[in-house]
Nanobody
């Protein structure tokens, strides 16, 4: 019914920047909150940033001031601008979206993308 596809990952040097994008497609009525999560080797998946349909944002303390989440509702796409990247940012980054899939129920259901690798290394 719903697919989320991430793009923009890659290899970057410490202090560099990357911009991730996640586009939703398929059969749905609307998207509520969207967010980015990451999972580093040997670590649990953690929240990076979230954004509501109205544009309210929330960030993990570890990325606050360096990362910026945004969305284009017309394109059903969420972005993550990552500046000042550090080696500890290395992880697989996953897109998440709360998607309304029923015309009779306006609550969202969680969907996940396949993940995109971000590697920060000299």
């Amino acid at each position: 019914q719903v697919q989320l596809v991430e793009s923009g990952g890659g290899l970057v040097q410490p202090g560099g920047s990357l911009r991730l994008a996640c586009a939703a497609s398929g059969s749905f009525f609307s998207i509520k909150a969207m967010g980015w999560y990451r999972q580093a080797p040997g670590k649990e998946r953690e929240l990076v940033a979230t954004i509501t349909s109205g544009g309210s944002t929330n960030y993990a303390d570890s990325v606050k001031g360096r990362f910026t989440i945004s969305r284009d509702n017309a394109k059903n796409t969420v972005y993550l601008q990552m500046n000042g990247l550090k080696p500890e940012d290395t992880a697989v980054y996953y897109c998440n979206a709360d998607v309304v899939t029923s015309r009779w129920y306006d609550g969202g259901r969680p969907y996940w993308g396949q993940g995109t690798q971000v590697t920060v290394s000299s």
